[in-house]
């Protein structure tokens, strides 16, 4: 059972995440937004996503009821995938070269992560 105050920060995260989606949808909406108008099922994906992954995993793997195990393999996936974030948007918006198989492999290997966690 997680504590009551990591419960509370992750109703608090979803209610910002949810904002933030609201927001994010009407400015790419709103014209000529780089990469075009993006439709609610694409926006509750990219909402879950950043939740689940870049926040749930971590606030999870830091909160002391939590089995050892269980942290190590949440806070290895929270790290590499907040390594993850920051390579891709670099990777997108400076230095342009991004492509979908880094992606694919980051998804594989996060895949064997969980999975050996899981068996560990």
């Known amino acids: 059972m997680l504590s009551s105050s990591t419960r509370v920060l992750l109703v608090l995260c979803l209610m910002a995440c949810a904002g933030a989606a609201v ?3 009407r400015r790419q909406n709103a014209g000529r937004a780089r990469g075009g ?3 609610g ?3 509750a994906w ?3 996503a950043v939740f689940l992954w870049f926040l749930v995993c971590p606030l999870v793997a830091l909160d002391a009821s939590v089995p050892g195990e269980a942290r190590i393999v949440l806070g290895a996936f929270a790290v590499s995938m907040w390594l993850r974030g920051a390579a891709e948007l670099y990777m997108l918006y400076v230095s342009r070269n991004w492509r979908p198989p880094y992606g694919v492999g980051h998804d594989l290997g996060c895949i064997a992560l969980v999975g050996a966690g899981l068996v560990y």
């Open 23 to 25: 927001f994010f949808r």
């Open 37 to 39: 108008r993006i439709s």
């Open 41 to 43: 099922p694409k926006l």
């Open 46 to 48: 990219l909402l879950y």
